[in-house]
């Protein structure tokens, strides 16, 4: 199994621009997450996916944040416009949610590096 | 609702030493926790995760945690440490919903 892709995994852009991170999740898997690191606020949940749904997005930051689940092998999270203080990792984690709630593994991509100049 | 508390910020160990990662929660309801590790420029993964049983659980690489219920800790150990494990580790709760709750991480250092 290829394991949870992001791409791209580096992102160098302009403040204002459109920034648009790509996330696949292991074939199966049926919840899907974003979330943001950065060294001052640790590891972020920004929103949440259970069979392509969205379950919970009150951890986006604000409204230039969008993040969409067309179907159960891809996700988009959008920034729109961008802003210097958007500058973080941006990881996708996947899981099979087959058990009871919380108990499943989180299988995270390798992160996608975004710095908004 | 939880919250997690990793006591060391960073933890510098010689080669070959035992090494203990602090970790305590917080929480009014059972809780299932899980330790992650993240090397240089990848994504987390699972160390191991207790989720309920014995207290004692052993996961991969050597390493292992203890469930204290009267403490509200998961400290992780091990006993004899590589090079290779120098990585960032997170101690991470659930109450049983779909949101877990990481720590801020200790980077672990290895030191020749």
């Known amino acids: 199994d290829a394991g949870v892709i992001q791409s791209p995994r580096h992102e160098v852009t302009e403040m204002g621009q459109e920034v648009t991170l790509r996330c696949k999740p292991i074939s199966g898997h049926n919840s899907l997450f974003w979330y943001r690191q950065t060294m001052m606020r640790g590891l972020e949940l920004l929103i949440y996916f259970n069979n392509n749904v969205p379950i919970d997005d009150s951890g986006m930051p604000e409204d230039r944040f969008s993040a969409k689940m067309p179907n159960a092998s891809f996700s988009t999270l959008k920034i729109q416009p961008s802003e210097p203080r958007d500058s973080a990792v941006y990881f996708c984690a996947s899981v099979a949610s087959g058990g009871a709630w919380g108990t499943d593994t989180q299988y995270f991509g390798p992160g996608t590096r975004l710095t908004v100049l | 609702a939880q919250s997690v508390t990793q006591l060391d910020s960073q933890v510098p160990v010689f080669e070959e030493a035992p090494v203990e990662l602090r970790c305590n929660y917080s929480s009014s309801v059972s809780v299932y926790l899980f330790w992650y590790v993240q090397y240089p420029n990848q994504g987390l993964q699972l160390l191991l995760k207790?989720?309920?049983?014995?207290?004692l659980v052993k996961g991969i690489n050597g390493f292992e945690a203890e469930f204290n219920k009267s403490q509200t800790s998961f400290h992780l150990r091990k006993p004899s440490v590589h090079i290779s494990d120098t990585a960032e580790y997170f101690c991470?709760?659930?109450?049983?919903?779909?949101?877990?709750?990481f720590g801020a991480g200790t980077r672990l250092f290895v030191k020749a």
């Open positions: 991470a709760v659930s109450a049983g919903g779909f949101k877990t709750i």
């Open positions: 207790y989720l309920s049983g014995s207290t």
